[in-house]
């Protein structure tokens, strides 16, 4: 059984800092590689960050890149995305994917298998 659960969205004020959690029902031989994506009202689905499970570096959109991290934890099948200097302009659901193989590109929403069901993220001005 595979099953992806995001949590730790919630309301927070400009400039402030939130941190989401994605936690796999899967082992570690599962899953090679786990991303976040994000969609905002009225707005597609956008890449936000990848990690690979096993190895190599973290990947970032550009909209993010330098204030939002992405670690994991791979006792507790667990990936984090820290953001820190939150903005209005990122009000979105925030959405878990992980996939059973590294995949390419990594930013392409169909490279992933398994979804979770979005957690909120509400940014205030």
């Known amino acids: 059984q595979v099953q992806v659960v995001e949590s730790g969205g919630g309301l927070v004020q400009a400039g402030g800092s939130l941190r989401l959690s994605c936690a796999a029902s899967?082992?570690?031989?599962?899953?090679?590689?786990v991303a976040w994506f994000r969609q905002a009202p009225g707005k597609e689905r956008e890449f936000v960050a990848h990690i690979g499970w096993t190895g190599g570096t973290p990947y970032y959109s550009d909209l993010v890149k330098g204030r939002f991290t992405i670690s994991r934890d791979n006792a507790k099948n667990t990936v984090y995305l820290q953001m820190n200097s939150l903005n209005p302009e990122d009000t979105a659901v925030y959405f878990c994917?992980?996939?059973?193989?590294?995949?390419?590109?990594?930013?392409?929403?169909?490279?992933?298998?398994?979804w979770g069901q979005g957690t909120q993220v509400t940014v205030s001005s």
């Open positions: 994917a992980a996939g059973k193989s590294w995949g390419s590109p990594a930013t392409n929403q169909y490279t992933y298998d398994y």
């Open positions: 899967v082992g570690t031989l599962a899953i090679r590689a």
